[in-house]
């Protein structure tokens, strides 16, 4: 049994990220590689390890964890030297009066990142954060969900042995008062992936501690369907945003808002969708109450509800799970149709297959009830006009949008993951998700001995600085050419006393 206190772990980060830092970032990268690498053979073990926590399959968990985790960790090795590499500023952008001088951006870790991980993808969002941060010279402390007791081991294990140093890389226990903890913790920077509830709590204690954070928080995310959208393939997109990973996806389609005109139409490709659907079970019971608490509050306010399979059918499984104390976790996928922004279905996070319809007239009409909503992860449009679909993904304050998809082309390795306003800050995976988990660091070097600022602010110094500004400044050339000459005047008298 480990009895290391958190403090304990925390300082032997500290320590071993002294040297890590040291090392270049090509000296960094085979540890990616070789975890990459490992996680062909890992594969079926890592798939198991999650069906046993969360009742995945392990064929999802090769397709929505495995393969992006690797690709994600190849863009790494092929990137990441150029991303963080030390960049000049350019001279010809250098003031006249910091004339000698020489700037170059360094992109520095921030020492000891603390990483709250997730239990519902813990294998792709722990594994990109964890890879990163080690990249950028970062040690980590990792909480893991107290739900990922099976994969997370797994997971520290693949990194330790593909050359990840034991103490630069600490797996805390996984329970939830760890999470607390470690947001006391002597950490530089907090990355949380999590119910927006809870990150506002995390944000509030880091904010007095002056630490920074990177805060991954719920969705409700919209679909907008157009009037000239593909209704056959919007309908199959919102039912597989709505249950994927039976719903407990931060970047799930919870609200579809379709224009009135197919409506009608997309109502009945989702009824057949319902039509052939099964009940599914759920990591934890709140999860179910929530859900039926959303569905009742939608039906209070006019909303009509369809359950996927009869009550019949439902009274069935239930009683046949109640031998596994499953039956309080068993749900089944519905649809609210006719839903309106006022119900809390549209305006509250959710991690259960439940799918809000909402009819429109005109663009500008769905951008208004949408905007109801205070969260902003993702979201998606449905249009045969692309350039209609980024126009008006303009006007989405969504971390990302997808036009004519959902949810997938949100794990590409070279684009950053995060989202706004109740989402959360800060980003996740590509480029900038890289740089986050550094700070820049500008190192300038003067030549020369010329120091005008040194100088007392007399009337000579302020005649150079008057001429200065009026040379590079003013809107006439008159005035400029003026200006020139007052400084180079000046600038001589200066140089000679």
Known sequence: MNTTSLAEQVGACRRAQF???R?????????????????????????AAVQSEIGRAPAETLAAEILPLA?????????????LKPRRAPLRRRPLWLWGQRDTIHRRPHGVVGIVGTWNYPLFLNGVQIAQALVAGNAVAWKPSEISTASAPLLHQLFLDAGAPTE???MLPARREAGAELVEADIDHLVFTGSAAVGRTIAARLGERLVSSTLELSGCDAMFVLAD?????????????????????????RRAF???????????QIAAKLAAAKPVTLVTPGQVQQADRLVADAQAKGGRVVNSFCRDAESSERNALDSLTLASRLTAPRVIVDATPEMAACREDCFAPLLAIVPFDSPGEALCMNAACRYGLSSSIFT???????????????????????????AHPATPFGGRRQ????????????????VPQVVSVRGGTFRPHYEPMNEPTQRLLTGLLAWRHAPRFADRWRGFWTMVSRGRRMEET
């Open 19 to 21: 040297q890590w830092a």
């Open 23 to 47: 090392n270049s970032i090509r000296d960094r990268l085979p540890v990616v590689r070789r975890f990459r690498q490992s996680l062909v053979a890992a594969r079926d073990r890592l798939g």
């Open 71 to 83: 690709d994600a960790c190849r863009f790494l090795e092929l990137e990441a030297a150029r991303i």
């Open 168 to 170: 630069l890389l600490q």
């Open 229 to 253: 959208a593909d209704v056959e393939l919007a309908a199959r997109a919102a039912w597989f945003g709505a249950t994927l990973n039976r719903g407990q996806t931060c970047i799930a389609v």
């Open 258 to 268: 379709v224009h009135r005109s197919i409506y009608p139409a997309f109502i009945e």
């Open 384 to 410: 045969a006009d692309v350039r209609t679909g980024e126009d008006f993904a303009s006007k989405l304050p969504a971390g990302s949008t997808c036009i004519n998809d959902v949810i997938a082309p949100t």
């Open 423 to 438: 989402s959360g800050w800060g980003v996740t995976q590509g480029p900038d998700g890289l740089l986050a988990m550094t």
